[in-house]
């Protein structure tokens, strides 16, 4: 049995569509997991809907919508590991502020990136522009992997 992932766009999902046509010419059951918001809409999944045997969703919500689709898969919830990791957090709100230099009496605005610069850019420019007093703009990016640490540009 396969668990495929379903990368955010067909570049990506190049080794996605392989395993899932190797399944299909080898008899060999397989499933997908949508780690995010919609993942059963991506089209270029839907020449494997009809075969898909089970549909690993982030939430109730999103099995219930992923059968729409995926009429002969067990969808079922699972949540993503890695957004509940983010909810137990590996230090406290005073050593990150100590990190990253911030006062007790500064704004922090957590301003996160996308995979699309362009997007980014627009975000973090009307960030720039905000009438916070005393602002002052820093730029953070995380590494994935554990232990995540913070580094400054």
């Not at 089209?43 to 999103?62: D, G, I, T």
Request: glycine content about 4%.
């Amino acid at each position: 049995m396969f668990g495929i992932g379903m990368s955010s766009s067909p570049e990506l999902s190049e080794c996605e569509i392989s395993a899932c046509n190797f399944a299909i010419l080898c008899d060999i059951p397989f499933g997908f997991y949508g780690d995010t918001y919609n993942c059963h809409e991506r089209a270029w999944f839907a020449p494997f809907r009809e075969k898909c045997a089970f549909f690993l969703a982030l939430n109730e919500e999103e099995a219930r919508k992923a059968k729409t689709v995926f009429p002969n898969a067990e969808c079922v919830a699972v949540g993503n590991p890695l957004w509940e990791e983010f909810s137990f957090p590996e230090t406290t709100r005073e050593n990150v502020r100590k990190d990253l230099q911030v006062e007790w009496d500064e704004i922090l605005v957590l301003a996160p990136g996308s995979k699309s610069a362009g997007i980014n850019i627009a975000n973090w420019t009307a960030l720039h522009k905000c009438p916070i007093p005393h602002q002052r703009v820093k730029i953070q990016s995380t590494n994935c992997a554990p232990p995540r640490r913070c580094y400054s540009s």
